[in-house]
């Protein structure tokens, strides 16, 4: 693989920005985000750079965002890691009773598929959340739609089982979003 895996630093917000873009042009994007293409470029450079910020390796250990880049510097792939604590807000799905991490965003270019960026990039994720300090993330999870067997297949190559944990589809209540989840080793 000729891809260097790391986190994002914050001013690469422009990247970050064109990435999200592309994934929410795939076709699989409607099994695969929770988001619209036309909602994402629609959003202010702030949001963009607010978001690269907090999801940099400086931004304070709350989520982190991975990405693949190739010897010419342009980005094959990318995944965010979000930390969620007992009590605390979650992005999506129920209040973490347990710390845990819940990846979000993944998505790795067409030409790059089964190259085994995708690997590198859960690896480096999960890694990180594993690092973290006290208290211990205990799991970390993943939502998958109902409608995607080829991600849940490589979620469960790759660790994941499912809880039995749903939520519906934002949108489209008789849609489910089901529940992955992998224990700390």
Do not use: C
Request: hydrophobic letters at 40%; zero cysteines; aromatic letters at 10%.
């Amino acid at each position: 693989m000729d891809y260097v895996i790391r986190p994002l630093r914050a001013d690469e917000w422009q990247s970050a920005k064109g990435i999200r873009l592309a994934a929410l042009r795939d076709p699989v994007a409607p099994v695969a985000f929770l988001e619209t293409y036309e909602q994402a470029v629609e959003r202010p450079d702030a949001f963009w750079q607010e978001r690269a910020a907090g999801a940099s390796e400086t931004g304070g250990g709350e989520a982190r965002q991975f990405v693949a880049e190739a010897p010419d510097g342009s980005w094959a792939g990318s995944l965010t890691v979000l930390v969620e604590r007992p009590g605390a807000e979650v992005r999506f799905g129920a209040v973490a009773d347990i710390h845990q991490a819940h990846v979000v965003g993944v998505f790795v270019r067409p030409e790059a598929r089964g190259g085994g960026v995708a690997e590198e990039l859960f690896r480096a994720g999960m890694d990180w959340a594993w690092s973290l300090g006290e208290p211990l993330i205990e799991r970390v999870r993943l939502y998958v739609h109902e409608n995607n067997p080829r991600a849940s297949a490589f979620y469960r190559r790759n660790g994941f089982v499912p809880t039995g944990e749903t939520v519906p589809l934002q949108g489209d209540p008789t849609t489910l979003e089901l529940e992955h989840a992998v224990p700390r080793p």
